[in-house]
């Protein structure tokens, strides 16, 4: 090359400037012989040939020059893969063409110049220029998409900036949203509804989209506007779920809306979707979905008309087959043999010394047996120490086996009948009936919980658990106005159920009343009106806090009045605000304790990012002496961050920091948090962790870590869970305390024999039962102290999570509501959100008979296409009508 053939610096400045000037026509002489083919060379020169014509003083040849350029450049940017070759050529005349633009009187020609400047800035214009959209605005109406996709995209994010501009120094934008309706247009027949939700987003005008979509995109874009809704700053979220609810309906898609008017939790939608379908079959569905949600449903006649309906409608929304079909569910996959607690710790797999202690029969053992007992065999109807019938008179057995406990044993023994009795309410009451004419209180107690227990989640015309329950509210005993106030609670939760409130309001505002049955009776109030943000009930709880002495707030178990008040703003967001102001004036031994706590129930499966950020602050303090408000902080960032998988990923591996170098009362929480956001859901890394915080020398982190793994192997049978837990029966064979946890856990991992789930999302992950994360919440909040409350006289608190029990199951039934047996397959659940195409949506399936289980993160879809299931998600009771164009291939 010529610049290289004078390698010295020291030429005179006139020679030094000749040789550059041959070197450029050298080097481009060589260039277009190395590059350019002839056909290139051809279209090059043939476009700066229009260059000039363009400049003419004739208008007809300007007008004939534009055309061709016109043509020549929209030939070449239909489909682009690399940067157009007119556009290439073009790039040295840019700034010629702008300069001719701006010297052109207005005229048609004009229009047409600055449709091509539009093009071209695509990939000339400066940064930040948006020259793009300004000569596009200045140029014809004309059809946009046909200078190609790429045009259009660059345009949409041109059209963003602008709009935030315009905005903010309050100029007009109507020129902008005429664009933006061209744009939309044109994603939505092209496949690419994301970028029209986008583009839509910006511009803040969602309402836009409703009249795009049609039938072949509905679905795509609903689900779009769906996922982004959990990555939205709030009033944003409610708006595109908003949209998509508008959507569904009018493409007459109901149970999608269902999904979304429970997520949005508002009733006024729900009742819409029941009154607009006249198919008594959908309804059905609904009812199905509302009673998994555990939504409690009142039907009158404005939602049915049809009495006969009606009832049957409220019977399925009520959950009164639920007993039935998970029955159904166990004998198929034939379970239904009672388990006994030995068959769960397998001793005699274990080596040596545990096995000899195995054989003592300590109260605290047999408590734990208890509750293993309970947990293995709920709902079933029957085990091998309560309802076992034995020869000399009925319950003799039961009563023997609730005699091997002690005192407050009693109660959880004669409790546990509820839970393996759960939900059959009829034989239920029948069986724990003759424990509430024990002469021992502390039987009659644990009947009472026992009777709210069966009552779990099934409403009744009739009210058997408050007709039961109410009449001992008023009793003078403890521990049995503790039972029938907490038997209340878990029958009635999340049905804000007044006449409760009356009975239990006046409770809370005697003076008198013993501080375990005020603190009960808060915990009940909070269940039962969950999320309700009913003000009269937090005005008494705020309170019950403040006339508390300091001694009374030194109790551990002071700290559930917190959650009762945050139960009422479960997962409500901004609603908490004044009750949050208020709880800054309590003593200042509970004031940290309640801000955080209300801050974390409020924001509970929000994802909201913010609220993490502040409760990780809480967390990074260090103080001198033993502050107790870092727990709820630390169980605060698993509530709010598990409701996407991506903040979920990202809170467990925060709270991997906290475990390094927080405070001990911070790593003790660590353990509950990590249970919570992986419930009935073992990954292998969490997994692990408990497992080494397991031994951890800490007494309350190793006991935290035993009790989630419970919980996050609740109701899998996870072999390795088991394993685990074997090996650390005989580890801390000698620590009662410890081994009362082992066995907990091992009754929670085998929950339901594997049928359960305590994880309080379903529908794909999409809804959160709110009943269901109360029942969570308030035993975690109970196992912070595990010491005085569980291990002490409150074990039976642990009845609570029964609320969160759910079958793990796709049952499928035909339309008179029977069993239906057809092939399904069962795999992994892929997220096809913004996936081009038809992509499956799930992986690596088998394919089974219904009834079938589904483990945590797995998807069911047909293998038949005899029958069309009345809605998409293929989850709990499905209720199939068959296909009238099915052809039987034979």
């Known amino acids: 090359m010529a610049a290289d053939q004078n390698p010295s610096n020291s030429t005179p400045p006139e020679q030094a400037t000749k040789p550059p000037s041959k070197d450029q026509k050298k080097k481009k002489e060589d260039k277009k012989e190395e590059d350019l083919s002839e056909e290139d060379l051809a279209l090059k020169q043939q476009l700066e040939l229009y260059i000039e014509r363009v400049q003419d003083a004739d208008p007809g040849v300007q007008k004939l020059a534009l055309e061709s350029m016109r043509q020549e450049i929209r030939s070449a940017t239909s489909s682009m893969t690399s940067v157009p070759k007119p556009l290439k050529f073009l790039r040295p005349h840019y700034g010629k ?8 009187p207005e005229s048609d020609l004009k229009k047409y110049l600055a449709d091509i400047l539009s093009v071209l800035a695509l990939t000339m214009s400066a940064e930040g220029e948006r020259e793009s959209l300004k000569y596009r605005l200045l140029g014809y109406e004309g059809n946009i998409g046909s200078w190609g996709h790429e045009y259009v995209r660059n345009l949409a994010g041109e059209i963003s900036q602008e709009f935030a501009k315009r905005q903010y120094d309050d100029l007009p934008i109507d020129a902008l949203m005429d664009l933006v309706q061209q744009i939309v247009a044109f994603h939505m027949k092209h496949n690419a509804e994301p970028e029209a939700v986008d583009l839509l987003m910006e511009v803040e005008d969602l309402d836009l989209l409703v009249e795009h979509v049609d039938s072949t995109n509905y679905k795509r874009t609903c689900l779009y506007l769906t996922s982004s809704s959990s990555y939205l700053p709030s009033p944003d979220d409610i708006l595109a779920l908003d949209i998509a609810y508008t959507i569904y309906m009018k493409f007459e898609d109901f149970t999608s809306s269902l999904r979304i008017a429970l997520l949005l939790d508002n009733i006024q939608y729900v009742k819409q979707i029941y009154t607009m379908t006249n198919d008594p079959l959908l309804r059905k569905q609904f009812s199905y979905i509302c ?6 449903l009142e039907l009158d006649e404005e939602w049915i008309p049809d009495e006969e309906e009606r009832e049957v409608l409220q019977d399925i929304a009520s959950n009164a087959k639920l007993s039935e079909g998970y029955l159904t569910l166990a004998r198929d996959i034939e379970v239904m043999e009672p388990k006994s607690p030995e068959d769960i710790y397998k001793a005699h797999l274990i080596d040596g010394r545990a096995s000899a202690t195995s054989s003592l029969d300590s109260a605290r053992q047999n408590l734990a ?18 309802t076992v019938p034995s020869e000399s008179s009925s319950g003799g057995s039961s009563g023997s086996w609730l005699f091997k406990n002690k005192d407050h044993g009693k109660a959880s023994a004669a409790a546990s009948l509820g839970m393996i009795l759960l939900w059959d309410v009829d034989s239920g009451l029948a069986q724990i009936d003759k424990f509430l004419h024990s002469n021992d209180n502390h039987v009659v107690a644990g009947a009472l919980l026992g009777v709210g227990i069966v009552n779990c989640g099934i409403r009744n015309d009739c009210d058997p658990a408050l007709a039961l329950l109410g009449d001992f509210i008023e009793k003078d005993d403890t521990i049995i106005r503790i039972g029938a106030i907490l038997g209340l609670g878990v029958a009635y939760a999340g049905t804000n159920k007044d006449e409760i409130r009356v009975r239990l309001t006046s409770i809370l505002g005697d003076s008198k009343s013993p501080l375990e049955v005020l603190v009960f009776s808060a915990i009940t109030l909070g269940l039962v009106h969950v999320g309700s943000c009913n003000e009269d009930i937090a005005q008494t709880i705020i309170l019950a806090i403040m006339e508390r002495t300091e001694s009374e707030l030194n109790e551990p178990l002071t700290r559930l009045l917190p959650v009762a008040l945050g139960l009422l703003y479960l997962g409500k967001q901004d609603s908490v605000e004044a009750t949050a102001e208020v709880s800054k004036t309590f003593n200042e031994k509970i004031r940290k304790y309640c801000d955080v706590t209300l801050l974390s129930l409020a924001y509970a499966g929000t994802g909201n990012v913010l609220k993490v950020q502040k409760l990780l602050g809480y967390c990074a303090q260090h103080f001198e002496k033993g502050e107790v408000h870092q727990g709820p902080a630390v169980l605060g960032i698993a509530l709010v961050a598990m409701a996407e998988e991506l903040g979920l990923e990202m809170s467990i591996r925060s709270l991997e920091h906290l475990l390094q170098y927080g405070e001990q009362n911070i790593r003790r929480a660590v353990p509950f948090a990590l249970g919570i956001l992986c419930i009935s859901n073992p990954k292998v890394n969490v997994m692990d962790t408990l497992s080494r915080l397991s031994h951890d020398t800490d007494i309350d982190v190793s006991m935290a870590a ?11 049978n996870n072999a390795r869970i088991a394993g685990m837990l074997r090996n650390l029966s005989s580890y801390y064979y000698k620590e009662a305390g410890h081994l009362f946890c082992v066995r907990i856990a091992q009754g929670l991992v085998h929950l339901g024999k594997g049928l359960l789930t305590l994880s309080p999302y379903h529908s794909d992950r999409f809804l959160l039962s709110p009943t269901a994360l109360a029942g969570l919440v308030t035993v975690l909040h109970a196992c912070l102290d595990m010491k005085t409350i569980i291990l002490g006289k409150y074990h039976y608190l642990l009845y609570i999570l029964s609320l969160a029990m759910h079958p793990r199951m796709l049952m499928t039934v035909d339309e008179n509501l029977k069993p239906l047996s057809v092939t399904v397959r069962v795999g992994q659940a892929v997220d096809v959100v913004g996936q081009a195409g038809r992509p499956k949506t799930i992986t690596g399936f088998q394919t089974h008979s219904t009834p079938v289980l589904l483990a945590a993160g797995e998807r069911a879809e047909l293998a038949t296409e005899k029958y069309i299931p009345l809605t998409k998600v293929l989850e709990g009771f499905v209720i199939l009508k068959e296909n009238p164009e099915y052809q039987d291939e034979r």
Do not use: C, P, R, W
């Open 97 to 104: 063409l702008k300069a001719y633009f701006e010297t052109m």
């Open 291 to 296: 009673a998994h949600h555990g939504l409690a």
């Open 369 to 386: 047996a208890t509750f293993v007992n309970a947990f293995v065999n709920a709902g079933f109807g029957q085990d091998k120490l309560m």
């Open 706 to 716: 035993i009790i989630s793994l419970g919980l996050i192997g609740a109701g899998t």
